[in-house]
């Protein structure tokens, strides 16, 4: 597999990679793609301080990857495609004699992304992760399939079919809408933090601040449930329209909350 003309912008890579595999639909096989890319090895062990590494020479002729048992199956994954957008960046520089060593904070880096400025380090993390993001989850692909109403449904029968977290498929979910959306991520009720479309003004809430929807019906059950909500209760500005919300409770106290503008 030759991708040297995609130069060292992570998301043309993943790109480049795909147009090459003919554009395939689902999950990526890692496996066989890593075999391509003369990456010799996939190695799951249980870690502690670490959640991914490439060990590989300054030439990245051929190299392998180390992955944390301890994690689920769509983390590990993630974490192989960004050890593999380490791998095929010629601009990343190895943080060790051996190679390429990530924590799970690196891995989580894309929230990192609204920092006004990054260090060399924290931005091949960033790099590295919008790669893993565009080859497992790619837009092309996705994008052809989208419904023509946003809903969490939607969200999570993606994830199954791409073999990605509900999280990650959100984050791609919103990117990839036109409308204005944002879907919020919670725990016990109180706010961990907003993945916003472009289109999508400000949201009045702040990190730990309780759902505001989640005492009034037909939320207040605690299930999937839709309906309209309080505009003023999120947006720091409104001008006009409805804000419709769907609430989508998972396990152990999680959940996702879409919100939608609509005229």
């Not at 490439?54 to 994954?77: C, D, E, Q, W």
């Not at 051996?98 to 060399?120: E, M, V």
């Not at 009045?204 to 009034?216: I, M, N, S, T």
Request: aromatic content about 10%.
């Amino acid at each position: 597999m030759e991708i040297e003309e995609a130069g060292p912008d992570p998301v043309r890579i993943a790109r480049e990679i795909h147009r090459q595999m003919g554009f395939p639909d689902g999950a990526v096989d890692l496996g066989y793609l890593a075999d391509c890319l003369d990456i010799h090895e996939i190695k799951y062990e249980r870690l502690n301080n670490i959640e991914g590494a490439l060990v590989t020479t300054p030439s990245r002729y051929a190299g392998s990857i180390l992955v944390n048992k301890r994690s689920g199956k769509a983390r590990r994954r993630f974490t192989i495609g960004h050890e593999l957008g380490h791998y095929l960046n010629p601009a990343h520089q190895e943080t060790s004699a051996q190679g390429f060593w990530c924590s799970k904070n690196d891995i989580n880096s894309l929230r990192g992304q609204a920092k006004r400025q990054l260090t060399g380090f924290e931005k091949q993390e960033v790099e590295a992760n919008r790669f893993a993001s565009e080859l497992l989850m790619p837009s092309r692909q996705i994008k052809r399939s989208l419904e023509a109403f946003a809903c969490l449904e939607e969200v999570v029968k993606l994830a199954r079919i791409y073999g990605v977290s509900k999280e990650a498929m959100a984050r791609k979910y919103v990117e990839l809408r036109s409308e204005p959306i944002a879907i919020i991520f919670s725990k016990d009720g109180r706010l961990r933090y907003p993945v916003k479309g472009r289109k999508m003004p400000r949201l009045y809430l702040k990190e730990g601040a309780l759902l505001p929807h989640l005492d009034k019906a037909p939320f207040k059950q605690n299930v999937h449930a839709f309906g309209e909500v309080n505009p003023y209760e999120w947006l720091l500005s409104y001008d006009s329209g409805f804000l419709y919300c769907e609430h989508y409770p998972q396990q152990d106290g999680y959940a996702m909350t879409l919100l939608q503008l609509g005229e």
